[in-house]
């Protein structure tokens, strides 16, 4: 702990501002290693506080400040798919897969061990705060698919499709950051296209949100795009037809 540390320890903080001080020097250790590896030494050298101050305000230790670390995180995350249902659906998609690619980038080591668990994070008042971001962007998908009462095909598509963004995102980080950012979000754009397609060749709910997505879908847009590059490959396919 640095020598200014019991200085910087009494200033004159209310509760709240005193708990995110805590909370924001938890999440920038745990964005940059994993949370088996966080002691909470770390945390309060990081705050520059001490160690029972931090005992204060998490009675329970590690695993309070780790699982409040994460509600804090977790909300960040299930803002990132709150976009106005305004434009190209893909569009919005996009912009929302930019928010959440730019929250996996910065929090990196500490986005692993989020999804992947540990030893720390392995109970159940974690896991129901991870799946409660899946839950969340669910929502918000499917408010934006303008669907109020989303049967089981078209429920099961998007749950699909968020775990494959959670996958990519994690094999990005293993591949060390490759693709481009830019490029895997347009990759994942295009992953829910298709899903929703396959989906529609077997659900009439679903092939309805598709046929009016596409009405305000642009040629330049990602459907467009996409269109371009994947027909010529199925085009010599038509004895299939």
Do not use: N
């Amino acid at each position: 702990m640095t020598s200014d540390a019991p200085t910087r320890a009494y200033r004159r903080l209310s509760v709240e501002e005193r708990r995110s001080q805590l909370l924001d020097a938890a999440l920038e250790l745990f964005a940059h290693h994993a949370p088996e590896d966080v002691s909470l030494d770390d945390v309060a050298e990081a705050a520059g506080v001490s160690r029972p101050l931090v005992y204060r305000y998490f009675p329970g230790g590690k695993q309070q400040l780790y699982e409040a670390a994460l509600r804090t995180a977790a909300e960040e995350l299930e803002h990132c798919f709150d976009e106005p249902a305004e434009g190209p659906l893909t569009r919005r998609l996009a912009r929302a897969l930019d928010r959440y690619l730019d929250f996996v980038d910065t929090h990196d080591t500490g986005f692993s061990a989020l999804l992947q668990g540990g030893s720390v994070v392995e109970t159940s008042r974690a896991t129901a705060i991870v799946d409660g971001v899946r839950r969340a962007a669910a929502d918000h998908i499917l408010r934006h698919l303008a669907v109020a009462e989303p049967g089981l095909r078209l429920r099961m598509t998007v749950r699909m499709w968020i775990t494959s963004v959670e996958a990519a995102s994690l094999i990005w980080l293993d591949e060390g950051k490759r693709p481009d950012i830019g490029e895997l979000r347009d990759w994942l754009v295009e992953q829910f296209v298709a899903c929703l397609t396959a989906t529609a060749g077997r659900d009439p709910q679903t092939a309805a949100v598709v046929r009016q997505a596409l009405t305000v879908e642009t040629s330049d847009g990602a459907v467009g795009s996409l269109a371009r590059r994947v027909l010529p490959v199925v085009g010599d396919a038509g004895h299939l037809l």
